[in-house]
Antibody, heavy 120, light 111 residues
């Protein structure tokens, strides 16, 4: 059974940083691209970042480019999102999602999400 | 403002059929057969219902179907059931950016 479990969210002040993690199991992690998709409270979905199976290629939405860094450790079956220079508008639930046919927007498995709240 | 346009809400009675539209441009919906649809219940993660315009993943009811005409994709749910009440999002590949785009979402109410 495929499982994705996010962690690392929390309350952080504007300008602060967090590292989000997503532990994967139930599939050959290194064979698939992975993504982070976020959802602000009461709002829609936004695809913020993706990474190839090897980790050699990374992609970012313009809204987070230069502030967020996606990475993965295939030996630990774990996906990461380093979020820096946080702004109030980054407040959202962050989901990791398996992206089997990147760059198609197909996310076949999702985690339960981790909430990031940016507030002073 | 989302890149893809969806109606904010739709409603239908049990047993009826409803259709949710998703309008983009020739750079996304109209140019590629890479449209997906997601169902999201309150407090839950999204679930893929349709991919590549009209394909259903294993386990998704055949009451859900997808189609596309020009720059508009559509999700049709037939035989509405109470459990279908949720938010629905479309997503498409786009040549305008490195990552795909989502619609703003449609709240489906089963009356």
């Amino acid at each position: 059974e495929v499982q994705l479990v996010e962690s690392g969210g929390g309350l952080v002040q504007p300008g602060g940083s967090l590292r989000l993690s997503c532990a994967a199991s139930g599939f050959t992690f290194s064979s698939y691209a992975m993504s982070w998709v976020r959802q602000a409270p009461g709002k829609g979905l936004e695809w913020v970042s993706a990474i190839s199976g090897s980790g050699g290629s990374t992609y970012y939405a313009d809204s987070v480019k230069g502030r967020f860094t996606i990475s993965r450790d295939n030996s630990k079956n774990t996906l990461y999102l380093q979020v820096n220079s946080l702004r109030a508008e980054d407040t959202a639930v962050y989901y990791c999602a398996k992206t089997p046919t990147f760059p198609k927007p197909l996310f076949d498995y999702w985690g339960q999400g981790t909430l990031v709240t940016v507030s002073s | 403002q989302s890149a893809l346009t969806q109606p904010a809400s739709v409603s239908g009675s049990p047993g009826q059929s409803i259709t949710i539209s998703c309008t983009g441009t020739s750079s996304d919906v109209g140019g590629y057969n890479y449209v997906s649809w997601y169902q999201q219940h309150p407090g839950k993660a999204p679930k893929v219902m349709i991919y590549d315009v009209s394909n259903r993943p294993p386990g998704v009811s055949n009451r859900f179907s997808g189609s596309k005409s020009g720059n508009t994709a559509s999700l049709t749910i037939s035989g509405l059931q109470a459990e279908d009440e949720a938010d629905y999002y479309c997503s498409s590949y786009t040549s305008s950016s490195t990552l795909g785009v989502f619609g703003g979402g449609t709240k489906l109410t089963v009356l």
